[in-house]
Structure formats: C-alpha cells, structure tokens
C-alpha cells in the first residue's frame, strides 16, 4: 500500500509540473522555416536576421531543415541550439524540405523563407499588425529588396511609420504585380496543410506552385510598404538557372492542365493568364542570355510556348477583365503601439 500510495502521488508531482511547463510555453504566433542545402556562410546571416526582430522571442520559433548538406552548414547552425530548431533529412529537394518544415510548425502562420536571404527587424511586428488588421488572411505577401552585402542593405531598413498594403479577393484575382518568391511568403499554416504542401516536382516554381494551391484562398494582401525581405543577389541563386527554371515553369502547366489547382473553370482565365504571364518573363530571359546561340534560344522559347498552347489568348482575356477587379487600399500607424487604420 505505500508503495502504491507513493507511485500515485508521483505520478500527481509529474502532472502537476508538465501542466506547469505547458503553462509557462506560449505557443508560437509565427513559425519561420528555413530549408538550407549547402549554404556555408551566408547561413549565419541569415539566421542573426531572423534572431534580431524586435518580436516577442516567445511568439515565433525558427525551423530550419537541412536537406542533406555536405559542407560546413550544420557546423555553422551548432552555436544556436536553443534558438533554433534543426532537422535533418536525405537530400529531397527544397520543396520536400518546407514540406518537413511546415509539418513541424506549432506557429499559426509559417514564415516561408530562404536560407540565403535576410529578414529585417521589424518584418514580423509589420506581419502581426496587418494579420490582425485583416482579420488573420490566409495569404500574406510582402516586399522585398535585392543586394549582394549586408552592409548595402542596412540602408533601406529604417523602422517604418506606417505599413502600406492593399487587400486583394484572393491570389487569382489579384490586381498588382507581385514578385513571387518564398521569402516573401506568410502563408496560414492550416490552410497550407490542408492544400497538401508544396508539390515536389515544381522546383524552382515551388512557390507559385503554393500560391497557386492557395489561390482561392480569401482574402490575400500584399504588402506594399515598408520593404521586410532582402533578397540575396549571388551565382547561385536558383533563379540564374534557367534550365532550372524552365522546367518549374513546365511543372505548373502540367499540374495546371492535370486539375491540381483550385477554382475549376469559373477561375481558369485567372490560373492560366497568371501561368503565362510567368511564361512570358521566363521566355524574354532565355532570349536575352548572350551566351546560348540565338537559334537555341528561339527553340527554348518555342518549346515553352508548345506546352502552354491555348493559354496565351486566356491571359490577354484576363488582362482586359482584371479592369474589373476590386482590391483595397489601406494604410495603417506604425509610429503606435496600437495600430490605428484610416
């Protein structure tokens, strides 16, 4: 009986002190994933931004999925590991690696980001003030700069005096440019699950791949200012591959003409006039790069245009409709501690 009496009251101490523990854990507001491959030292800078917001500490965790590196990344992750949460997996690609990422997330909204880029301080107090100011949107785009050294970039990131953005229907009916990477994507977590994550064979295309999953998703709004994403100008960004690109570029067609976005027919001007919009800049680069023959650059460009027949004249349908489209524009006080929307 004593025995018993004392696993009993045990058992009691260890509930009462894992309830405490629970009790003293804020679940995070925000989970910032970071899948990273390689990436040697620009990971450190990149992970100084994301420790330097001028956010609770408690209210966003940070998520970073190494696919498989096989340089010095995770030597370089090791000084922080109360900070960070690290995941390993074989070498999978970078959508598989958010795929991980977003299913280890406990935040309400996941902070998609890259491991090269950097996240200015004040980005994710801007995020929570237009989340609340919208009522917590599925989709939430933001601004972004390009540079090459941190030192450049310090000079465009003053704390702002008010946030800028304009409140669209949804990502298919959008009705301002959008520079699409997954930096400046934060994106409802549930939403994201529910979609089914990122498609592993949309490559460089993966983040219009999940837009386009979202695309329905309402309302979206895009951030117009102030600019809280640094994006990263080196030989390695995925974007100066073009054989890369091309084939994410192919990859939203297929899964475009497969019917694995949503929206159906009432939104396929929307889906195919946004597809070849992206095709079109995709067609202009491959023209433009001095180094390739002329004639394969033309049978590029003719092999793109092939595979998205039909479309072109959808686009210039959705051209001449997005007159017709509502958005709207608001400003909100950033020099308060409360946000006042006028």
Known sequence: MQGLREFREQRVRYRNRRDSVCMTTPTPFFSVVVPTWNTGAKIDETIHSLLNQDFPRDQYEIIVVDD???????????????RIQISRQQNSGAASARNRGNQLAKGEYIVCFDHDDILFPHALTVYKRVIDAFEHPPVLMAEMTLFSTVEALELASGKPSSVECVKCRDYFGKTIF???????????????????????????????????????ASPMVKIIRPI?????????NASRDLEFYTQGALALIRNERRGVYPGGGRRMIDRRGLI????????????????????????FIVRLLLHARGMIFVAFLRKVARKFYSHEARSIDFSVSKSAER
């Open 228 to 236: 809280t994403v640094g994006y990263r100008m080196h030989a390695r």
């Open 178 to 216: 959008t520079a699409v990477m997954n930096s400046v994507l934060v994106l409802r977590k549930d939403r994201v699950l529910s979609a089914g994550g990122y498609s592993p064979d949309a490559g460089s295309y993966d983040d219009d791949d999940i837009l386009f999953k979202l695309g329905n």
């Open 276 to 299: 070849v919009s992206h095709l079109i800049w995709v067609c202009f680069w491959h023209f433009w790069k001095r180094k390739t023959p002329l004639y394969a650059r033309f049978a």
């Open 68 to 82: 498989g590196s096989t340089d010095d990344t995770l030597d370089r992750l090791k000084p922080y590991p109360d």
